[in-house]
């Protein structure tokens, strides 16, 4: 299994403005997954994150407004640019080990107001 | 493209009923997996299905891959409160890049 750390948990933040969250693993990984999910809903991948590499965006997400760091291979960073109330919901980072097995961290639950 | 289809989407279920959702591909899966969320908490992964036929029992729930490795169900015997929550099945996407498709998920509700 892996263990993650994740955070912040929550934050209500002004629209126009920008929030990191971070996530540390606490074993080495290749792919860390970043994901949103709307309460209620399931999840929609936004990007796969490489270490060394940039990260790979998923249909309907850019690199403008998730930038998204891997310094290395225990963590990684999403970044959830100029913010509108259309970006609130709850953002997952993941990742994959032991023959695909997801584990997450924690979740930051993100108001914009 | 790949889809993970699940029903229901909702389940309200007296305490001690059965419960039951179904999850299908539109490909071969190499393996299936199931996750189960609480309210307000992040998917868990349960169990992860990998041989055609293959059933595997957790306590009250069992899991089932079908033969054609395309659909799978979950089974929760007596339900208990603290079965509530989502259960998602998720399967590999194309490639070698270990993303998971996952289904829209089934929100369980129990009557005490």
């Known amino acids: 299994s892996a263990v993650i750390s994740q955070k912040p948990s929550r934050d209500i933040c002004q629209r126009g403005t920008s929030l990191t969250i971070q996530c540390q693993v606490d074993s080495q990984v290749t792919m860390m997954f970043w994901y949103r999910q709307q309460p209620g809903q399931s999840l929609t991948l936004i990007a796969t994150?490489?270490?060394?590499?940039?990260?790979?965006?998923e249909s309907g997400f850019v690199i403008d407004k998730f930038p998204i760091s891997r310094p290395n291979l225990t963590f990684s960073t999403l970044t959830v640019s100029n913010m509108s109330p259309e970006d609130s919901s709850i953002y997952l980072c993941?990742?994959?080990?032991?023959?695909?097995?997801?584990?997450f961290g924690q979740g930051t639950r993100l108001t914009v107001v | 493209g790949q889809q993970v289809m699940q029903i229901p989407q909702y389940q309200h279920v007296q305490e001690g009923e059965d419960f039951t959702t179904y999850c299908n591909s539109s490909t071969t899966l190499s393996n299936i997996q199931w996750y189960k969320q609480r309210p307000g908490g992040h998917p868990v992964f349960l169990i992860q299905l990998v041989k055609s036929g293959e059933v595997k029992k957790q306590k009250r729930l069992t899991f089932q891959f079908g033969e054609a490795k395309k659909n799978s169900s979950l089974h929760i015997t007596a339900t208990q409160t603290t079965d509530v929550g989502t259960y998602f099945c998720?399967?590999?996407?194309?490639?070698?890049?270990?993303?998971?498709?996952w289904g829209l998920g089934t929100s369980l509700a129990v009557n005490p």
């Open positions: 993941s990742v994959s080990i032991d023959r695909g097995r997801a584990f």
């Open positions: 998720a399967g590999p996407g194309a490639g070698n890049n270990r993303k998971l498709i």
């Open positions: 994150a490489n270490q060394g590499s940039e990260a790979t965006y």
